[in-house]
């Protein structure tokens, strides 16, 4: 199973909104509604931010929504923040042969 | 509060044996699955292996079947992730998750164990 595929990096101004795009197959992101998304910051655990496609954990600001066309999953952040910057991870459920969950490839934030 | 407290870090030469460890609290450990997830220098997140401590039942992606041992014991509520022989390429980080029966997303994550291996 390779990798979901997510841009290496986006950026954004303070108060903008930006979008993460993931990309996968119909063996999983296209298959099962089953994606999840994580906030890293380095050194840190990563925490997560969305599950189920679009639920968002209590806690969890709703700046951050998620979404799903297809085969490719989407992270939003609205209302960009300074704290927002870190590594932005996709998770899907493969149930195939070749991986019970697959990850995505990771996105950078950077909030200009 | 729900915590996965994993072992420090690890520097071990080529060909040594390694187990780390993964210790969780604040829940039903033996309800909850334990999952692995690697993170190699520069790189992204790649799932390993999963057990459910109540009955040891372990799922492996097949990236990881045969390389490493996943196991736990519940009666200290403490997860494991071993290698028989390690190698250069297992110089990562390790995260420890807990994932719910029926459900497929992972929380908490672990701290983070560093493994180093260089001769």
């Known amino acids: 199973q390779s990798a979901l595929t997510q841009p290496r990096s986006v950026s954004g101004s303070p108060g903008q909104s930006v979008t993460i795009s993931c990309t996968g197959t119909s063996s999983d992101v296209g298959g099962y509604n089953f994606v999840s998304w994580y906030q890293h910051y380095p050194g840190k655990a990563p925490k997560l931010m969305i599950y189920?496609?679009?639920k968002r954990p209590s806690g969890v600001p709703d700046r951050f929504s998620g979404s799903k066309s297809g085969n490719t999953a989407s992270l939003t952040i609205s209302g960009l923040q300074a704290e927002d910057e870190a590594d932005y991870y996709c998770?899907?459920?493969?149930?195939?042969?070749?991986?019970?969950?697959?990850f995505g490839t990771g996105t950078t934030v950077t909030v200009l | 509060e729900v915590q996965l407290v994993q072992s420090g870090a690890e520097v071990k030469q080529p060909g040594e044996s390694l187990k780390i460890s993964c210790k969780g609290s604040g829940y039903s450990f033996t309800n909850y699955w334990i999952g692995w997830v690697r993170q190699m220098p520069g790189k992204g997140l790649e799932w390993m292996a999963i057990i459910y401590p109540g009955n040891s039942d372990t799922i492996y992606s097949p990236s990881f079947q045969g390389q490493v041992t996943i196991s736990a014991d519940k009666s200290i509520t403490t997860a494991y992730l071993q290698w028989s022989s390690l190698k250069a390429s297992d110089t990562a980080i390790y995260y420890c998750?807990?994932?719910?029966?029926?459900?497929?997303?992972?929380?908490?994550w672990g701290q983070g164990t560093q493994v180093t291996v260089s001769s």
């Open positions: 189920d496609v679009s």
């Open positions: 998750v807990r994932k719910n029966d029926g459900k497929n997303w992972f929380d908490p």
């Open positions: 998770c899907s459920y493969a149930a195939s042969y070749t991986s019970l969950y697959v």
